[in-house]
């Protein structure tokens, strides 16, 4: 399985920290973003990850220069578009990297290694969305809604109320990935495509036909992170994450004996 990671945004709502450096290397606690999701996906045995960078990519670059990177293959695609584009046009440039199952993430999602390891062990499901049900939804949610076990309607607008938040963490298999590719290209060419989200595709298929089922994360901790308040946040929880994630790979060392 390989990853694919959208991290070329500029990251405007999350000015000032923004300014200079991307979103996805902002510090959650000693590590940053990119590093967290990085390390989640080599402990989650993936080991090829192409990155769609754009606004300072040159700081993404650097910084996997110096990454511990051992046992992963990283590759980074730049999207020329970056500053008027969203996230279609991200995922339609990494489109030949596409050759096997992949998870694609947005770059500014930090989760509980759960969540991950859940996401990509679902049977028996070509497109696995998961989800996080809330009390109550923002207009920038990107929201699903869903009619028994599958996903009907996805966006920030929707045309019946939501039953849950589709969590930037998305898993493709066998045909469900010959299908997101087919639905990108057809998604790219139609009215206004630069200013899309990827899930626009997915929505495509919805109406096509195709099931697309979800996972309830349920109380498991993720976010996505877009305001200088979620930046806090994630702060205030990185501690959890990170002592988590640290026993995790020291339990694999000395199980392995490496």
């Known amino acids: 399985m390989k990853a694919v990671i959208l991290a070329a945004g500029r990251g405007k709502r999350l000015y000032p920290y923004t300014k200079y450096i991307p979103k996805c290397l902002l510090d959650i606690g000693g590590e940053t973003i990119l590093e967290h999701q990085l390390n989640n996906l080599r402990d989650c045995g993936i080991n090829e990850v192409v990155i769609v960078v754009g606004f300072g990519f040159e700081k993404v670059e650097h910084f996997l220069r110096n990454y511990d990177n051992l046992g992963i293959r990283i590759k980074t695609l730049y999207n020329p578009f970056y500053q008027t584009t969203n996230s279609l046009i991200s995922l339609w440039i990494a489109r030949s990297e596409m050759n096997d199952d992949i998870v694609v993430i947005n770059g500014d999602d930090i989760f509980e290694i759960e969540v991950l390891e859940q996401a990509i062990s679902v049977k028996d499901a070509k497109i696995c969305l998961p989800i996080k049900r809330k009390p109550s939804y923002e207009e920038e949610d990107m929201k699903v809604v869903i009619r028994g076990d599958k996903i009907v309607e996805i966006g920030k607008t929707l045309n019946a109320l939501p039953s849950a938040e589709s969590v930037g963490i998305r898993v493709?298999?066998?045909?469900?990935?010959?299908?997101?590719?087919?639905?990108?290209?057809?998604?790219?060419?139609?009215?206004?495509?630069?200013?899309?989200?990827?899930?626009?595709?997915?929505?495509?298929?919805?109406?096509?036909?195709?099931?697309?089922?979800?996972?309830?994360?349920?109380?498991?901790?993720?976010?996505?992170?877009?305001?200088?308040?979620?930046?806090?946040?994630?702060?205030?929880?990185s501690s959890k994450l990170l002592r988590k994630a640290y026993e995790e790979r020291m339990l694999q060392v000395v199980e392995t004996g490496q």
């Open 172 to 237: 493709f298999k066998d045909t469900g990935v010959e299908l997101i590719k087919r639905a990108l290209e057809e998604e790219t060419r139609t009215a206004g495509a630069e200013k899309k989200w990827y899930v626009s595709a997915i929505q495509r298929l919805i109406k096509n036909g195709y099931k697309i089922k979800y996972l309830d994360i349920k109380d498991l901790f993720w976010m996505d992170v877009d305001y200088p308040s979620d930046l806090f946040k994630a702060r205030l929880n």
